[in-house]
Nanobody, 116 residues
Framework: QVQLVESGGGLVQPGGSLRLSCAASRRIFWFKDMGWYRQAPGKERELVAAITSGGITNYPDSVKGRFTISRDNAKNTVYLQMSSLKPEDTAVYYC??????????WGQGTQVTVSS
């Protein structure tokens, strides 16, 4: 099991940017993939970005072109750069790690609020 700690959330105006960080308690190089998910009140948790150990990324259409996921294996950290933020991006953002054996770990989440 790995401990994941998200940070970087907060309040931002529409059109603004934020960078989220997910620090892992052990080397992320050995995980099959890592991703960012979000959950708004009354809605299901949804994928916003994922990156494989080989660096292949995946985004849903709702964030494509606005969000960028990256990983720094040396720092055991995954980032989510968010730009052109919209009120509908408001949610709790969670980091997820999936091992090659199928084990899944989640962070505790960080709140992102987009509002004027």
């Amino acid at each position: 099991q790995v401990q994941l700690v998200e940070s970087g959330g907060g309040l931002v105006q529409p059109g603004g940017s934020l960078r989220l960080s997910c620090a892992a308690s052990r080397r992320i190089f050995w995980f099959k993939d890592m991703g960012w998910y979000r959950q708004a009140p009354g809605k299901e948790r949804e994928l916003v970005a994922a990156i494989t150990s080989g660096g292949i990324t995946n985004y849903p259409d709702s964030v494509k072109g606005r969000f960028t996921i990256s990983r720094d294996n040396a720092k055991n950290t995954v980032y989510l750069q968010m730009s052109s933020l919209k009120p509908e991006d408001t949610a709790v953002y969670y980091c997820k790690a999936t091992s090659y054996s199928g084990d899944v770990s989640w962070g505790q989440g960080t709140q992102v609020t987009v509002s004027s």
